[in-house]
DNA sequence: CTGAAAGCGCTTACAG
DNA sequence: CTGAAAGCGCTTACAG
């Protein structure tokens, strides 16, 4: 018996179409069975997955992207990898995502406005299911992609102003609370002259500087010329040569407070080489309790900031949001914690 | 007039019919035209660019993904994203693929092949189009995985063996042959009890200290017990204790070579602490010249891995291969560069 | 609670 | 070199 002339682009992929058959049903009922919408005798839900599972089925992602325009990815948008901190939060993030049954793509921004909205475009084109965006300082276009592409969206590291009108969904703690108490804590110790040493200067930075001026300005002890800024990129070399032009520029500074650990690093490094006393002569603190801060000579004091929890925090506000459920708040505050040692 | 009840399910996105109309030509000849595929009139070719960009069409990557069974999806497997060196392997590969069109997919196998097979079989649900692998070491399933898949795949880090008959595409460079380098290196400076302190014990690891060993036994030097072996991961503070350790147990050791340089820093922090002296009184070399290293005190020896060249050479063939071209060669050596610095 | 029909936006295979 | 038809594998919208 012949075979009727088919044109046929058979893929070998076992279908919805071929479990339906083996349950006995349509394949509009696997379909909902499977993805537990709407009622389905339980009966009929126990034979379909009993044929998905005997055929071992696994739904076509592109088809269901196509026929839902939605897709089971999830964007992620960070600035920089070379920063422990984000690789800290993109690890924990995509696993928590990946175990909800979501893909992620990451898009890195290289802390470049019109990068990050290219990005989001080409990100959309994959109709994600949700987004997860790193800050609040975005341009109007990336603002407006966001709102009409009517994704789901978490913003990670920042938090909304305390009045502010329509805030968003944020998982972060409060950048400047964390300067501002890691400053008063080395005020507390004694220190009068605490420069602030900063980075890269983005938004977060600029947070940390806010509450450090804020606490000197506190007890009196603000002046400008404590502020060292450099839009260089944060690393250990960049702090080694922050440290030697403070401590010779400003002979009478009693502390220093770099904007991340990896600077701080440098610096106690560079004091090392200088034979500069730590904290004898000065004292350095640092923010985010990097890798290898406990490990300096002396050891770092600095800020541990919960970067794998808000990373997984946010993930999972992310997959509440993509079911369609409603939050109890608009923002999760991680906090912060003062780690203390030898270096102050 | 009454619009006809059409059951429509419109979503507003500019399609290939839509450009198909306005350029007054088929769907099928805007498809062709925009993917440069067969002959097409190069008049209508331009008509239809025009068209295109007039109406700013950009193809849906599901459906394209569904009628062609090939997503613009790359998967990337790599170990760990606490290890420094994997995280300029993907920002690079990143790069690269995002400059040729493709969205990276990635993951993380923890080192781990029950992992990293079940990732893939997740990632080939995408029908990617080409998949980067970390190492050559997986299990049997997974190499069916890749096989059965007709997806081009390009293995990062590791090169094939000399006489390999099948050899696949592979980026990176021989561990062995740097690892053997680098403990001449220390031979020619004059140590004779040359360590071999080794974490995570992952391939490339091993791959070292075989180098190290045949090193040592050209120079008749090698010693069982100067090999130290730790499964866990890598870290400063790991480095820091195996530093005591050998130290301790071994007086007679006059170098240290470790497998990675955060071991090999947290060494040369702790013998701060504990004042001994590097070199003069045991030498420290690393491997990967991480950030940092040269910032250290003594500054490490290590030894400089091209891993941002190997992700991005790696996407560059993988690009080729998807491309449907032929290889000149199945593999590309990047080679290493010994750094010495102060710390032998 | 279940299903037949239509559709998502492309590409493949077959003709001419 | 160009096109009408069918199909990729799902889900939506409409009925019953």
Redesign the pocket.
């Known amino acids: 018996m012949p075979t009727p002339?088919?044109?046929?682009?058979?893929?070998?992929?076992?279908?919805?179409?071929d479990v339906a058959h083996a349950a006995g049903?349509?394949?509009?009922?696997?379909?909902?069975?499977?993805?537990g919408?709407?009622?389905?005798?339980p009966?009929?839900?126990e034979r379909v997955l009993a044929a998905a599972n005997k055929l071992a089925?696994?739904?076509?992602p592109?088809?269901?992207a196509?026929?839902?325009?939605?897709s089971n990815h999830v964007a992620i948008l960070i600035p920089k990898l070379s920063n422990a901190l984000f690789v800290d939060l993109l690890d924990a993030a995509q696993q928590t995502l990946r175990a909800g049954g979501f893909q992620a793509l990451i898009g890195v921004t290289h802390y470049d406005e019109g990068q990050e909205e290219q990005l989001l475009r080409e990100q959309l084109l994959h109709r994600p299911a949700g987004l997860l965006i790193t800050g609040r300082d975005h341009n109007a276009a990336t603002r407006t992609l966001i709102a009409r592409s009517q994704v789901p969206c978490v913003h990670l590291m920042d938090l909304p102003d305390a009045g502010e009108a329509k805030p968003p969904y944020c998982v972060g703690f409060r950048q400047n609370e964390a300067g501002a108490a890691l400053t008063r804590r080395l005020l507390a110790t004694g220190r009068k002259r605490i420069a602030f040493a900063g980075a890269q200067l983005d938004p977060r930075v600029m947070q940390r500087l806010y509450g450090w001026r804020s606490a000197l300005q506190e007890a009196g002890c603000y002046e400008p010329t404590l502020e060292w800024l450099n839009p260089a990129s944060s690393s250990l070399a960049l702090g080694g040569v922050m440290f030697e032009q403070i401590m010779g520029q400003s002979p009478a500074v009693d502390a220093i407070f770099f904007c991340n650990d990896d600077l701080a690093q440098g610096a106690l490094l560079a004091a090392l080489r200088l034979k500069v006393a730590v904290p004898g002569r000065v004292a350095v603190a640092g923010f985010n309790d990097l890798t290898g801060s406990d490990q300096m000579l002396p050891p770092l004091t600095t800020v541990r900031t919960p970067r794998a929890r808000i990373g997984e925090a946010g993930a999972t506000m992310l997959l509440s949001l993509m079911r369609g459920e409603v939050q109890a708040r608009s923002f999760v505050d991680l906090g912060f914690e003062i780690v203390e040692r030898g270096s102050t």
């Open positions: 002339a088919k044109r046929h682009r058979s893929t070998g992929r076992v279908t919805l179409t049903v349509s394949p509009i009922t696997v379909s909902r069975a499977l993805r919408e709407r009622a389905v005798d009966a009929l839900v089925y696994v739904p076509d592109a088809a269901r196509l026929a839902s325009q939605r």
